[in-house]
């Protein structure tokens, strides 16, 4: 079946503007992921969602940092007022609900800021 | 808290030659482990898991790891390395009632030679 898909797949923009990236998580997958890839940070986790819920959101940089997830489906990161260090990988994963269950993840949207 | 390290950001081995990649975690509660690999270009694939059964995991691509508990190491293995074999390679931890948010290590990069 379709994997975990995201858009777009690079986003450049300037700094200062307000960007939007998509996650299409796998369909009946209930807990969905976002993760940041940068050069400086590694790996690592913003924020989780449970349904529509997000009971985890330790991992968001800063409040310009917002996400979303609706009918329990689609999420969207939302990052305003963008700058330089935002410039990361941006990763979705999406998993059953069960705490073993495996994450799959999307192929990322690269954010340039200039 | 909860990390990883893993020993070795880069490691380069010869056509044929044991791979040996390096993973210790820290963790106050029983951890569940993981490898993924990411190829350029590609989102993260799940190598294998622990997840509190058997102590030794065969994955995908004839990969394997052993959780040891009074070394905190889940090192992963693969007896002889292919040329396809080259990517990066994430140890990760989750615990239970963290919401299997993935903690990562740095990554290890596998460069194979003929």
């Known amino acids: 079946g379709a994997g975990v898909s995201q858009s777009p797949s690079n986003k450049v923009t300037e700094k200062g503007k307000d960007v939007e990236l998509r996650c299409d998580p796998i369909?009946?997958?209930?807990?969905l992921y976002w993760y940041r890839q940068s050069l400086g940070q590694g790996l690592e986790f913003l924020i989780y969602f449970q349904g529509n819920s997000a009971p985890d959101k330790s991992g968001l940089p800063s409040d310009r940092f917002s996400a979303e997830r609706t009918g329990g489906s689609v999420s969207t990161l939302t990052i305003q007022r963008t700058q330089q260090e935002d410039s990361a990988v941006y990763l979705c994963?999406?998993?059953?609900?069960?705490?073993?269950?495996?994450?799959?993840f999307g192929p990322g949207t690269r954010l340039t800021v200039l | 808290a909860q990390s990883v390290t893993q020993l070795g950001s880069h490691v380069s081995v010869s056509e044929g030659a044991l791979v040996l990649l390096r993973c210790n975690y820290s963790s106050s509660v029983p951890p569940y482990l993981f490898w993924y690999v990411q190829y350029p270009n590609q989102g993260l694939q799940l190598l294998l898991k622990y997840t509190s059964a058997a102590t030794l995991v065969k994955g995908i691509n004839d990969f394997e790891a052993e959780f040891k508990k009074s070394e905190t190491s889940f090192h992963l293995t693969k007896p002889s390395a292919h040329m396809s074999d080259a990517a990066e390679y994430f140890c990760a931890v989750s615990f239970p009632g963290g919401y299997n948010k993935l903690i990562f290590g740095a990554g290890t990069r596998l460069a194979v030679h003929p």
């Open positions: 369909s009946g997958h209930t807990a």
């Open positions: 994963a999406s998993s059953l609900f069960t705490v073993t269950d495996t994450q799959y």
